[in-house]
C-alpha cells in the first residue's frame, strides 16, 4: 500500500487549505485513516481520524476547525482544514490502519503565517 499526500503550503492565519491522501490499492474502504502532524521538536500527534465506518475523531486543538472526509470510490481521503493558526504548522502525515497493518504516506508541509 501506498499513501500519497498532497495539498499542502503557505497560508496567512485564519485561511484555509484542504489536503488529500490518495491509496494505492483497494483497501481503503476497510481502513482506518488517520491525519498526524509533526512540528519541529514536537512528537507526532493525531489530528483526525476516520473507520471504515465513518465515525470521526478529532484532537481537541482542531475539533471545529477541521473536516475529514473519504471517498472510497477514489480511494482518497480529504482533510478540510478552516480557520488556520500559526500552531498548526506542522508536516502532516497520512495513516492507514488495515487490520493488523499500519501504513505511512510522506509528509506535506503546512505553515501557517501570522
Known sequence: VQLQA????LVQAGGSLGLSCAA??????GAT????RQAPGIQRELVAEMTSAGSTNFADSV???FTMSRDNAKNTV?????????????????QM???S????GQ?????VSS
Open 6 to 9: 498532497s495539498g499542502g503550503g
Open 24 to 29: 494505492s490499492g483497494s483497501f481503503l474502504s
Open 33 to 36: 485513516m488517520g491525519w498526524y
Open 63 to 65: 475539533k471545529g476547525r
Open 78 to 94: 480529504f482533510l478540510q482544514m478552516n480557520s488556520l493558526k500559526p500552531e498548526d504548522t506542522a508536516v502532516y502525515y497520512c
Open 97 to 99: 490502519r488495515y487490520f
Open 101 to 104: 497493518r499500519t501504513y505511512w
Open 107 to 111: 509528509g506535506t508541509q503546512v505553515t
